[in-house]
């Protein structure tokens, strides 16, 4: 009786552990990364603060350039080897989002963008987010 209980809880966690890497695995593949409804309109506090930008583009060069390029067009000395591809900061889809959205994002990372939030502060995060905004302002 235990022999078969045993086995059954055995199998029971294999198929969890196997549903849970398939889920992951999805998940990990796909390109579109949408940040929650409830942060993604959040408004820039710094939005027409003049030096926000330029405080953003110092942290952009340091963090970001190796990644997106040093024109954010996602073409990075690195960009090549990464899947998913980083974004281009400059494309009209990436600026058809919010300021929440791109918050979140820096805020949270995904896959090898790491996660800011520990590493700058909420101030420097929405500075850096002034920046990329400003990315897409030639492209219009």
């Known amino acids: 009786m235990k022999t078969r209980k045993k086995s059954r809880s055995t199998i029971e966690v294999i198929l969890f552990m196997a549903f849970l890497l398939f889920s992951l695995g999805s998940y990990a593949q796909s390109d579109e990364w949408v940040a929650p409804a409830n942060v993604a309109k959040r408004p820039n506090p710094f939005k027409g603060d003049a030096k926000a930008p330029e405080k953003g583009k110092k942290i952009y060069e340091k963090l970001c350039v190796t990644c997106h390029g040093s024109s954010g067009k996602g073409d990075g000395p690195t960009a090549a080897t990464l899947d998913p591809k980083p974004a281009d900061h400059t494309s009209a ?48």
Not at 111 to 118: C, E, K, Y
Not at 120 to 135: C, D, F, G, P, V
Request: hydrophobic share 35%; charged share 25%; glycine share 10%.
């Open 93 to 140: 889809e990436f600026q058809l989002q919010g300021d929440g959205a791109i918050y979140w994002k820096l805020s949270t990372g995904r896959g090898v963008m790491p996660a800011f939030q520990d590493l700058l502060s909420k101030t420097e995060r929405w500075q850096l987010t002034a920046y990329i905004r400003s990315l897409g302002e030639n492209n219009d």
